[in-house]
């Protein structure tokens, strides 16, 4: 085995190759799940609340350990988490897979959460241990464009399977990936850990989940309870409130106990690029959901495209970033990543700008090339500096820990996009309704009009549940209405939805392309590693 080890170590390439296939298998969970939402309701006769606890399960259990996850990786080392996460996560898979009722679906994707949290932060940790600075921009352009690949992919290849195999081979798909990932590990991934002894702060532990945990509950549930009352006196704001104060009290004392063994050392964040690309990373994480969202469910339930055509109707923005994510790994490498970074972030802007611009009712699908293009050719050239500048000049010991909060922060940053702009879509939803419906209701007889706009209206304050070939099922028809003018309400209301979607999708748009012109400015505040600072160290690296 050492003998194994020590020629993996001469490849850490194939070491990345194999680390990366456990990330690509946890990140492609988040998104290709939600196309396949459909098929579960019927499958599983799941409430919406049920549904909602099908997606958002697992994401609260991922945030809530990945600090946790990342310290544990430093101190049992990050092949045995690794190790461990793949397993939990393929059990998980398996029990989601064969689950027989929506209780069961939701328990088994909350383990998939923990499997993946623990697996995910080791990635990046074997970046840091593994490559030298001037190096690692590559490694982490791979390790970069994986895990967009995987988000981006998530809603092609789910519809794909969900389409020709059935929702539960959504989740199959993990198991022989899970097994191949943990036949390879054991051949070929070393054990990096360093031969210093650590001990966990089970304190700090506590404090950290049970703050995120509150966090990303609050952010995910506000919508659902009205940001109000979710049971007897406790409010949504109180649970936000307390989860904040809960992380104040864990930095507390992370700092107090700083000279000891901390879950959090607060030394990382003396590193300035560090600190500034964490920034970047969760505008990065909220551009990813707070266009993707709203953009998918346009396809369609606004275009009438079936899941599967809806995922390849995003699938050139996954071209993009699989080629350009190694290329700007290399650029990266070769002339530091902040500029590259810089241009990267404004191009996913104009990406996002050509989509809002190119959308309406009518809309080809494949109009919206030019964007999809431009914005994967942005987040291709995103990853790599974001990463190979938050690690750069990081030390190797703190890289599990450090891959933790990237992979919180870039998650958190999710959760809130998808409060924000699923709350934002919403209440310009609601709105549009009611002025469409008002504007088109004179083509109706007047028997009818009153009725029309109410429907609208109610459904509007009902929560409005948007999907495929749903676009008019917020009318209910007065008994005795002609055949003729039954069709005429129906194509109505059909108009109504179409044309107020478009109108509210378009300034929900707007937010994330403001979070990332904000990032692409904050990338002025990295110090730039000068490359022939880096030379004789590289020199004296080879020699050795």
């Not at 010991?397 to 940053?413: H, K, L, P």
Request: aromatic content about 8%; hydrophobic content about 55%.
């Amino acid at each position: 085995m050492a003998t194994t080890a020590r020629a993996a170590a001469r490849n850490p390439w194939t070491i990345m190759a194999i680390l990366n296939l456990g990330l690509f298998m946890t990140m492609l969970d988040m998104t290709i799940v939600n196309i396949a939402i459909p098929s579960i309701i019927s499958g599983l006769q799941a409430t919406l609340d049920q549904l909602l606890w099908v997606i958002n399960g697992y994401s609260l259990v991922y945030a809530m350990l990945l600090i946790t996850s990342g310290r544990l990786g430093d101190i049992l080392g990050p092949r045995n988490l690794f190790l461990a996460g793949t397993l939990v996560f393929a059990a998980a898979s398996a029990g989601s897979g064969l689950s027989h009722s929506a209780t069961e679906l939701i328990a088994a994707r909350a383990g998939q959460g923990v499997g993946a949290a623990m697996l995910a932060p080791q990635t990046l940790a074997y970046v840091a241990a593994l490559f030298p600075p001037e190096r690692r921009g590559s490694a982490s352009g791979m390790t970069g464009g994986i895990a967009g690949i995987a988000l981006v992919a998530g809603p092609t290849l789910g519809g794909f399977i969900t389409t020709h195999f059935g929702w539960a081979w959504v989740f199959f798909l993990n198991l022989p990936i899970s097994v191949v990932t943990v036949a390879l590990t054991l051949l070929f991934v070393p054990d990096v850990r360093p031969g210093v002894g650590h001990r966990l702060d089970f304190l700090g532990m506590l404090l950290a989940t049970a703050g995120i945990f509150g966090v990303v509950f609050g952010l995910i549930e506000g919508q659902r309870y009205n940001w109000g009352t979710v049971w007897s006196f406790v409010t949504i704001p109180e649970i936000l409130g307390a989860a904040v104060a809960v992380l104040l009290l864990f930095l507390l004392t992370q700092y107090v106990r700083r000279a000891g063994e901390p879950l959090l050392p607060l030394a990382i964040f003396r590193q300035r690029n560090f600190t500034a690309m964490i920034v970047v990373i969760a505008a990065v994480g909220f551009a990813i959901i707070g266009i993707f969202l709203p953009f998918t469910i346009y396809l369609q339930s606004v275009l009438g495209l079936s899941a599967q055509d809806a995922g390849l109707t995003v699938a050139p923005t996954v071209i993009a970033i699989m080629v350009m994510a190694p290329v700007s790994g290399a650029l990266a490498d070769r002339i530091g990543g902040k500029y590259l970074l810089a241009a990267g972030l404004l191009l996913f802007v104009v990406g996002m700008a050509l989509i809002a611009q190119t959308e309406s009712p009518t809309s080809d699908r494949w109009s919206f090339l030019p964007g999809l293009l431009v914005a994967g050719i942005g987040m291709g050239l995103t990853f790599a500096p974001l990463y190979s500048i938050a690690l750069r000049t990081l030390d190797a010991r703190f890289g599990g820990v450090a891959s933790g909060v990237i992979n919180t922060v870039q998650e958190v940053g999710s959760v809130i996009a998808s409060a924000a702009v699923g709350a934002l879509l919403q209440n310009r939803l609601a709105t549009a309704l009611h002025d469409q419906a008002v504007e088109r209701a004179p083509a109706l007889p007047d028997a009818v009009r009153g009725r029309f706009v109410d429907a609208f209206n109610s459904a509007a304050s009902a929560g409005l549940e948007v999907g495929r070939g749903e676009t008019g099922t917020a009318v209910s028809l007065p008994p005795g209405v002609p055949s003729q003018v039954s069709h005429q309400i129906l194509q109505l209301a059909n108009t109504v939805f179409t044309n107020a979607y478009v109108s509210a999708m378009r300034p929900t748009l707007v937010l994330p392309m403001v979070i990332v012109a904000l990032a692409a400015v904050t990338t002025l505040a990295v110090v730039q590693q000068p490359r022939a600072a880096e030379t004789p160290a590289a020199e004296a690296r080879e020699a050795a």
